[in-house]
């Protein structure tokens, strides 16, 4: 339990250290043992909350606020099209030619296949990063810190109480033999 009084006002943060001039950035700063994520809305407004994504606890300021890919200083225009924003498109068709037969267009362009698994690398990589990231932000949680956990867990929270169990009989029987 920390001994920092948390009905107190800290300063949190200089105003020039909370982005805004090149758009919204993301700012984190750990305030009374608390990861807070900083950022300014298009108006100016600092706005803050908890760096935790509160499904995963992924830290928000990990996170981009955009996935547009365009060159440096080129904005959308202000009626929201943005040509000159880089758009993948990937073509992955799969037509009927007959009543027992299709045409997979991919089987003729490995240039579809090169991107799917380029694109699968990425997310590994990427999967890779956030865990390392993850690992950290467990490890200096408050014992018996809860996570949200939704439906789509289910998989996933089943597969980790299995390992549970295995690492509890794992431990059980190295301390019956010692």
């Keep these: 339990m920390s001994t920092i009084p948390r009905d107190q006002r800290y300063v949190a943060a200089y105003g020039r250290e909370i982005g805004g001039e090149n758009g919204p950035e993301l700012f984190s700063r750990t305030i009374c043992g608390e990861s807070i994520l900083f950022w300014r809305t298009?108006?100016?407004?600092?706005?803050?909350?908890?760096?935790?994504?509160?499904?995963?606890?992924?830290?928000?300021?990990?996170?981009?606020?955009?996935?547009?890919?365009?060159?440096?200083?080129?904005?959308?225009?202000?009626?929201?099209?943005?040509?000159?924003?880089?758009?993948?498109?990937?073509v992955y068709a799969i037509t009927p030619e007959t009543e027992t037969s299709t045409r997979d267009f991919a089987l003729?362009?490995?240039?579809?296949?090169?991107?799917?698994?380029?694109?699968?690398?990425?997310?590994?990589?990427?999967?890779?990063?956030?865990?390392?990231?993850?690992?950290?932000?467990?490890?200096?949680e408050p014992p018996g810190y809860q996570e949200l956990s939704i439906n789509i867990d289910t998989g996933g929270l089943a597969a980790r109480r299995t390992l549970a169990k295995l690492a509890s009989r794992s431990s059980a029987s190295a301390v019956a033999s010692a």
């Design 108 to 140: 003729d362009d490995s240039s579809v296949s090169d991107f799917l698994a380029e694109q699968n690398r990425t997310v590994v990589l990427q999967n890779v990063a956030a865990l390392d990231v993850l690992e950290t932000v467990i490890a200096s």
């Design 42 to 90: 298009r108006a100016g407004q600092v706005t803050a909350m908890s760096d935790r994504c509160v499904h995963r606890r992924f830290p928000l300021s990990q996170y981009k606020l955009h996935s547009r890919i365009a060159p440096v200083g080129v904005l959308p225009n202000a009626d929201g099209t943005d040509p000159d924003a880089f758009h993948v498109e990937v």
